[in-house]
């Protein structure tokens, strides 16, 4: 018996939240296991109600949880983003979840814009660090109002902070490899920016290279983020693990998103590698505020999420069964929301995933 907290927040959230979901009950059913799931209502209403996101014990309340799924953040027509996205960041910080996890796949009758990308192409997955680096929230405004103000944001790379998501990189490059035993297993891309950031990135060239001593099989590489986006475009085929900083992550993945047909496909889980704590599982996309209870979003990327929150879990037949149901559909091709040139609601779509699932 798993349970599973349920953070659907804003704009869109609550509806691809359902879909997800469906699937996570249609799957339990499946394979045997019982899904618990409460879900929370913070978000930007709860802050217009009362002041605040969340409440002050939430760590404590989610703690008990096997797993998070979470919606979609932020509606900066009530909230300031910079307020409201407190509620990911203060989980992934406060649970050390230390890995953002945002794999990067074509599934098969999905159109690109981009069209160096195909599903033989483009499997990838980017490690992102998701608890320091540019993201450390550490800084100020110095003589701030005045016309002399100065905005101070330091980004903060430890020792420890590098090298445990790059160890993670190197052993998830070996899980993935599927070469046999004499050819190198998988390759590890550094993302890094050390021609520019001469202390960061220097010191975290100098982690990546003590930690890939450590895994003389996999194949190492390092590309500078601007080179690697564009690489990214014109030979997905070439990368396997991306890890990257904190804010590379970001941006690269939103690239990575749209290589894989759009944001309505990109999911990614925030993960704790050492299940000292809950993970969180959650679609990319934003809450997209405008769309709000029109149920015309995408919700494969979140149904993507519960894939990866099974295959967390250890229910790997069960995560296997999700994106074998979302192949299949795609596949038939019949059924599809409005950014994939179909006509049907989030729901009818979530459905006949589900359908597939059972
Ligand atoms: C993401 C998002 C978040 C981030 C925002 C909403 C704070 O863009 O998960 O990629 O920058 O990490
Ligand atoms: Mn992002």
Not at 269 to 288: L, Y
Not at 341 to 355: H, L, M, R
Request: charged share 25%; glycine share 10%.
């Amino acid at each position: 018996m798993y349970r599973v907290a349920v953070i659907p927040a804003d704009g869109v959230g609550p509806e691809v939240s359902e879909e997800a979901e469906r699937s996570l009950r249609a799957a339990a059913r499946s394979y045997d296991f019982d899904v618990q799931t409460e879900w929370f209502d913070w978000g930007c209403d709860r802050y217009l109600a009362d002041g605040k996101m969340m409440p002050d014990d939430y760590l404590d309340t989610l703690s008990g949880f096997d797993a998070i799924f979470l919606g979609s953040v932020g509606d900066v027509s009530k909230v300031p983003d910079h307020l409201s996205l407190e509620l990911i960041l203060g989980i992934r910080r406060g649970f050390d979840q230390y890995v953002n996890l945002r794999p990067i796949r074509l599934y098969p009758g999905v159109s690109t814009p981009i069209r160096t990308a195909t599903p033989e192409t483009l499997d990838m997955v980017v490690v992102r660090e998701n608890t320091e680096g540019e993201y450390a929230a550490q800084g100020g405004v110095f003589k701030a109002g005045t016309s002399d103000a100065v905005a101070l944001q330091t980004a903060v790379f430890t020792h420890k902070g590098c090298e445990r998501v790059m160890r993670y990189s190197f052993d998830l490059a070996r899980r993935r490899s599927k070469l046999g035993p004499e050819a190198p297993v998988g390759r590890v891309t550094n993302c890094t920016k050390s021609n520019a950031l001469n202390y960061s990135m220097v010191f975290w060239d100098t982690v990546f290279d003590e930690v890939a001593a450590g895994y003389p099989d996999v194949e190492t590489d390092m590309a500078l983020v601007d080179a690697l986006s564009m690489w990214m475009v014109k030979n997905p085929e070439w990368f396997d693990v991306v890890v990257a900083s904190n804010l590379f992550g970001d941006i690269i993945t939103d690239l990575g998103a749209m290589l894989q047909g759009g944001m309505g496909f990109a999911a990614g889980g925030n993960i704790d590698p050492e299940r000292r704590f809950p993970s969180m599982f959650e679609p990319i996309h934003g809450s997209a505020p405008k769309y709000t209870g029109q149920r015309r979003v995408n919700p494969i990327a979140s149904i993507e999420a519960v894939r990866m929150m099974l295959d967390h879990l250890g229910e790997h037949d069960a995560a296997d069964a999700v994106g074998a149901a979302i192949t299949e559909m795609l596949e038939e091709g019949e059924v599809g929301t409005r950014d994939m040139g179909g006509t049907n609601s989030t729901d009818e779509v979530g459905a006949a995933i589900a359908e597939r699932i059972r």
